[in-house]
């Protein structure tokens, strides 16, 4: 642990309550969260969930040591859709070597948009695929303790088996009777009841078991994964909302009912939804976007986003509370980034010299005890935020220095940042020029003198020069950022 531990809270989906966080073993604090499910390229949605893990990570770490935090994220890849597009694609191959070749451009693409966010590789990446044979073994000792039973070509969990089964979610058993991704069929015994293992037909894929040739439910693949990396009792369980139920809660079933434990996690932890726009993102809205795509294309605001700006922009939001991804968000973010990066570097003579011994050994202060102490609230990042604005004006180089070591804990690579600024400096005769024009702009669109305003906009735009226009979401003040055309 570090010298000096902040009394670390976190909101615990589970007793509802925030609440001082005690780890089972403070030399060994272990967290696991869903993972993305590699059918198809991860939603902004999927980013929002692996940067608040990441940022719990980073703090974890802080906290405990780095060699004391083990953070388990999985990757599905065991899923019917894919499973059938393996089967398909590639008869002569094995099962999961054939489940490789169909998920690896999107196992790939994934582990390439985490890092454009920001976030550090966890500890261990497990595939599902890896850890059928630990399914199989639960879903033996749940038959063995009678909380499970075979019926219809399946393996079920018996709900009724477990008295307080609803306790994550609060749902009463009258509540499960259908609907909320409840399958009811006949053969069940409850209509609750949920698939552990289920038989593949002659042209369905599927692996050998004691119960039939057949695949895996989706719940039971993360309680056989966190039992193996992390045990039958850890500390911290993360995911969004919308997993709560039914996943979430049949997890802890099948985990406490196989291992005779209390708890699967001490602690549950569940970020917010994401609208885009005001709307909720949907393929049918046609407001559906993929992490690649706002990396990669301008089909988000008309333009391509750096991973930073993102981050930053689902960062301004707590994150349980529900997210507006809006281009004025990401626009205000980057305006933000802008500042931050101008002040690291403003207390430099030659920010050259900060490159070349920098990107050998990193931003070495550790991050400020006011910023540690605000994210140990329940990951307070809008304190956080506001207290780097309080000290994003720094006057030394070390007040500099400081502040990027701040920003990097926070995952913002100023190294990057660096090259970043190189590649737009070196494309620029005078920025100073750049923001006397946007200054005039701005004096002309206050005067109502707009055929001024447009003819600065046009004479930049010439220059490579892209003027964005939003208002500061709490002075209401406009506010122009620019940036070089790609």
């Known amino acids: 642990m570090t010298s000096r531990t902040p009394p670390l809270t976190l909101y615990n989906t589970l ?46 770490r802080q906290v405990y040591g780095a060699e004391h935090v083990t953070y388990v994220r999985n990757i599905t890849d065991v899923d019917d859709k894919i499973n059938a597009r393996a089967a398909r694609d590639f008869p002569g191959l094995d099962l999961n070597e054939a489940i490789r070749k169909v998920t690896g451009k999107t196992a790939g693409q994934y582990q ?29 000792t749940l038959l063995q303790r009678g909380n499970a039973y075979e019926a219809g070509g399946e393996v079920l969990f018996a709900v009724g088996s477990m008295p307080d089964y609803g306790k994550l979610s609060g749902r009463n058993p009258e509540d499960n009777l259908a609907g909320a991704r409840v399958a009811v069929d006949a053969h069940k015994k409850n209509p609750a009841d949920f698939v552990l293992w289920k038989q593949s037909s002659a042209d369905e894929p599927g692996w050998d078991s004691p119960w039939g040739r057949g695949r895996p439910g989706w719940h039971i693949e993360c309680s056989a994964m966190s039992e193996r990396y992390l045990g039958p009792l850890f500390d911290i369980h993360g995911g969004g909302l919308d997993l709560i139920f039914p996943h979430h809660e049949n997890e802890i079933a099948q985990s406490r009912c196989a291992h005779g434990t209390a708890a699967m996690a001490n602690v549950w932890m569940h970020n917010g939804f994401l609208q885009v726009e005001g709307e909720k993102m949907s393929k049918s809205v046609g407001n559906f976007f993929t992490i690649a795509q706002l990396l990669e294309t301008t089909d988000f605001g008309g333009r391509q986003w750096p991973g930073e700006v993102l981050r ?6 707590q994150y349980r509370q529900p ?77 500099a220095e400081q502040l990027a070591s701040d920003l990097s804990f926070l995952g913002f690579d100023m190294i990057s940042f660096w090259k970043s600024y190189s590649d737009t400096m070196a494309t620029l005769s005078d920025e100073a020029e750049i923001r006397a024009s946007i200054a005039s702009r701005l004096g002309a669109l206050a005067s109502r003198d707009f055929a001024t305003a447009d003819r600065i906009r046009a004479e930049l735009a010439e220059q490579g020069i892209a003027l964005m226009d939003s208002k500061d979401p709490e002075t209401g003040e406009r506010v122009t950022t620019w940036a070089v055309k790609r």
């Open 323 to 399: 997210i507006d991804f809006t281009t004025n968000q990401l626009q205000f973010a980057e305006s933000k980034l802008r500042h931050w990066h101008e002040a690291v570097f403003s207390q430099s003579p030659r920010p050259s010299i900060w490159w070349e011994v920098f990107s050998d050994r990193g931003w070495h202060l550790p991050p400020s005890q006011q910023l540690v102490d605000a994210l140990a609230d329940d990951l307070n990042t809008h304190l956080a935020l506001s207290y780097l604005d309080k000290t994003g004006r720094p006057k030394t180089p070390l007040e």
């Open 15 to 60: 007793t509802r309550t925030k609440e001082p966080f005690v780890p089972i073993d403070a030399a060994n604090v272990r967290l696991y969260a869903c993972g993305p499910t590699v059918y198809d390229f991860a939603h902004i949605g999927n980013g929002r969930m692996a940067i608040v893990f990441d940022l719990l990570f980073r703090l974890l």
């Open 112 to 140: 390439s948009d985490v890092a454009a966010l920001g976030c550090l590789e966890p500890t261990v990446q497990p595939r599902a695929t890896d850890n059928i044979a630990g399914m199989q073994s639960l879903i033996g």
């Open 312 to 317: 930053l922009a689902m960062l301004m939001t």
